[in-house]
């Protein structure tokens, strides 16, 4: 089932090279097996490529970024986020968030504030397309929402949350407007969501030793990969907490 899942994902991969031809483009990373298995197929298939993340005092993220740029034998690029940075920038994104109607602002103000510096960054560097890893967290069940979800029931749940998906990308999408960036979710293609659709919940979610394992399909499809093995077994961490962003902003 991983060498399903890896064709189809290189294949969507292949088609944005396509489109992109030799442009240069951007990957944004946290270190977590989302948008590392991203990072690693777009190393394969693409020339011009940079890794970006986000780091603050508290970041999580940039042991596991280290790991990843040795693995992909590159440099990464970090950006080192301020709290003066993100207070200065908060009108114009909660301004976008108002006009997207995408509510409640409590919940997306600080993942649309790390989506902002991202981009941002990309643009300093002259980067005008980026690739993300956006999605696996439904997809294969990694909120711990799902966890009390019975197994038999766990992919209907994820049909349901589909529309999410929807509101996230356009929530990233109007952020990245403000740089003039174009971004492209693999995950989110729509051959893509209908595959992660028919895999069973077993292969979703894991119980060993007692311990909830989510994103267990995506974890085998990162051994297959060859990624570090801290990087594969990482808990999930979502961008606002793992970068620190939500922490300064509640300070």
Known sequence: MEESILKNLNKIVKNFKAKLKEQKVGVFVSGGIDSSI????????????????????????????????????????????????????????????????????????????????????ANDLGIKRALTGQGPDILFAGYHKYEKVPLDKLNEEIKKDLPLLEIDKSRDNAIAKIFGITLYNPYLEKEFVDLALKIPAEEKIRFLK????????????GEQLGL???????????????????RIMQT
Request: a positive charge; glycine letters at 2%.
């Open 38 to 121: 991203i990072a690693t197929l777009v190393f394969k298939n693409f020339k011009n490529v940079t890794l970006i993340s986000l780091q603050t005092k508290y970041s999580k993220d940039k042991p596991y970024v280290e790991l990843l740029r040795k693995f992909l034998k590159t440099k990464p690029v970090f950006y080192k986020l301020e709290k003066e940075e993100i207070e200065k920038a908060k009108p114009e994104i909660e301004k976008i968030l108002k006009e997207k109607r995408i509510e409640p602002l409590k919940v997306h103000l600080p993942i649309a504030t790390s989506f902002y510096f991202l981009c941002k960054k």
């Open 210 to 221: 007692g311990k909830r394992v989510e994103k267990w399909i995506m974890r085998k499809l």
């Open 228 to 246: 570090p093995k801290e990087i594969v077994w990482r808990p999930k961490k979502a961008i606002q907490y793992s970068t620190g962003v939500s």
